[in-house]
């Protein structure tokens, strides 16, 4: 099983429309993350989580919101899903004691809004 | 300050030729560079990492050199082989306070290696 679990990996939904991506992960670490993946545009931060009470936007953090369930689960939400976040989202978490930061990232989540 | 640019956004190699991909950053705390790479359908994983105070850091086919004074670092793919194909993303990591560390990733570079 991966150790970090993403779902969806696929929804098509319509304009409007609120959307839930749920990610659980299994390796134990405290920090938790959201991206957002487009091309050419690289990976961009949303939101960000370093334990159940801690909740920090990233740099796009507009139209998203989270909720840091338990230590570990993390969801995003599309309170009104548009357009132009149609696009591959991934979740991450990291170990706090690693000096370097590596993510540990799940397979992704990708969603169309029409 | 937080930027880091990565080139070339897409790469072909032929099979057993050496790939780069180049990436420069300005903010000079930058602490530690990664590089991550990305498979089809896959998440991003750590491939190999430096810190400033050396300059090439060497992991079987890959190497990251680090220029320091020109606020550049680059992978080096040996031998290409077509399963290196994917996408590579550099990064540079700051020390932001109280145990948190920031992350800034390039915009990636598609690889395909090519038989």
């Known amino acids: 099983d991966a150790d970090v679990t993403q779902t969806p990996r696929n929804r098509i939904t319509k304009t409007g429309k609120r959307i839930m991506l749920e990610c659980s992960q299994t390796?134990?670490?405290?920090?938790m993350y959201w991206y957002r993946q487009d091309p050419g545009l690289g990976l961009r931060l949303i939101y960000y989580?370093?334990?159940?009470?801690?909740?920090n936007k990233g740099e796009i953090s507009d139209g998203y919101s989270v909720s840091r369930q338990a230590q570990a689960k993390f969801s995003l939400s599309l309170e009104s899903a548009i357009p132009n976040q149609t696009a591959l989202y991934f979740c991450?978490?990291?170990?706090?004691?690693?000096?370097?930061?590596?993510?540990?990232f799940g397979e992704g989540s990708r969603l169309t809004v029409l | 300050q937080q930027q880091v640019k990565q080139s070339p956004q897409s790469l072909i190699v032929q099979k057993g030729g050496i790939s780069i991909i180049n990436c420069a950053y300005e903010?000079?705390?930058?602490?530690?560079f990664p590089w991550y790479q990305q498979f089809p359908g896959k998440g991003p994983a750590l491939l190999i990492a430096?810190?400033?105070?050396?300059s090439e850091k060497k992991e079987g086919r890959f190497t990251i050199s680090f220029n320091k004074s020109a606020k550049q670092f680059s992978l080096h793919i040996m031998d290409s082989q077509p399963g290196d194909s994917a996408t590579y993303f550099c990064?540079?990591?700051?020390?932001?306070?109280?145990?948190?560390?920031?992350?800034?990733f390039g915009k990636g570079t598609k690889l395909s290696v090519i038989p």
């Open positions: 903010n000079t705390a930058f602490d530690y």
């Open positions: 991450a978490t990291s170990d706090p004691w690693d000096r370097g930061g590596e993510l540990f």
């Open positions: 430096i810190r400033p105070d050396v």
């Open positions: 989580s370093f334990d159940v009470k801690d909740i």
């Open positions: 390796k134990g670490h405290d920090r």
């Open positions: 990064a540079a990591t700051v020390y932001s306070g109280a145990g948190s560390y920031q992350l800034t």
